[in-house]
Structures are given as C-alpha cells and as structure tokens.
C-alpha cells in the first residue's frame, strides 16, 4: 500500500510483522539484553506507526467530511435551480466557491493531506475539476439553466471521487491499527 510507505502509517502486514516480534519476545522464559533492547525499539516503532496512522485517519476523515458536504451543498443547488430555473442563485454559487470548496474543502480538507503526497496530488487534480464546474455552472446561471445543472454534475463526480479516495485511505488505516491490537491483544 503507497499510503504506507510514503508516510510511515501501519498496514495489515507491517503491523502483523510488528506484533509478532513483540509477541516472540515476550513469549520467551529469558531474554537476553540484546533481545530486550529490540524488543523496546520494536514497541516504540509499533507506538510511533500507530501515532501517524491515528493523524493520517483524523486528516482523511476531514477530507471525507469536507467532500461529502460540498458534495451535498452541490446536488441540493442542482435540485434546487431544477425546480426553480430562474432563480437568482448567484448568492448560492458563491457560498459554494468560497464556503465550501475553497475554505472547507481545499483549505480544512485536501491541505490537511499535503504529506501523503501522491493522494495530495491526487486530490487537488479533483478539486481543481469540481472548481471548473462550478464555475461555468455559475456562468450558465443566468443564460441556461439546463446547463448550469448538468455543470453541477458533473462537479459532482470529482467530489464524489474524492469520497471515495478518503473511505479507502480511512479503511486502509483502521485495517492497520486493528491488525495491530489484534495480535498484540493475544
């Protein structure tokens, strides 16, 4: 998995890899000072990993939080400007744009991931699409409010995409550290 190697996170094989040394050393009658000394570095590497994987998780939990609500905010304007096409909704597009992409999303959202690079990247490729949108969504409004919905869904495949890229990356992490307790708590 990238996300671990990039970022020092635990995953299932690393974290089975962890715990069974701690467990073979503490399965042992004696251990010798050596053995003791890897066992100590090997439970602070099993801690130190947990640590990370418990900050990566709250940053991607941000970002699913963050894309989701965008996400939302976007399908209830389409559904909205739907039902009323000559609604004046530039209000709307703006507490859109400013509110929820760029100080929700980019801001709270995507820059909290800026350390695992390649999802980073990633992220901000999808961010600057769902913008895109929005922003020719904005200016159909007023000229052709067929296309200002289609615009809005097609902002809603990016965000969308970026729902499922912090889901994976949220359940990659928790698989890591349940793999962990798992096999420590044997």
Do not use: W
């Not at 999303?105 to 490729?125: M, N, P, Q, T």
């Amino acid at each position: 998995m990238a996300i671990a190697l990039i970022t020092d996170t635990l995953t299932i094989p690393l974290a089975k890899e962890l715990s069974n040394a701690v467990k073979e050393y503490l399965e042992k009658r004696k251990n010798t000072e050596k053995e003791k000394e890897e066992l100590k570095k090997t439970l602070v590497k099993l801690v130190d990993l947990s640590n990370n994987s418990a900050i990566a998780l709250t940053q991607y939990v941000a970002l699913l939080k963050r894309s989701t609500e965008a996400s939302v905010h976007c399908t209830e304007l389409a559904r909205i400007l739907a039902n009323n096409p000559n609604l004046d909704a530039t209000s709307q597009f703006e507490k859109v744009i400013d509110v929820r992409l760029q100080s929700h999303l980019l801001k709270e959202g995507i820059e909290g991931i800026h350390k695992y690079r390649d999802d980073y990247e990633k992220a901000s490729g999808l961010y600057s699409t769902v913008e895109q949108h929005i922003t020719h969504a904005m200016n159909y409004h007023r000229k052709d409010p067929k296309l200002t919905c289609v615009e809005i869904g097609y902002a809603n495949t990016p965000l969308n995409e970026l729902v499922v890229l912090a889901n994976r990356r949220i359940q990659e992490l928790v698989e890591g550290l349940q793999e962990a307790y798992k096999v420590l708590g044997k």
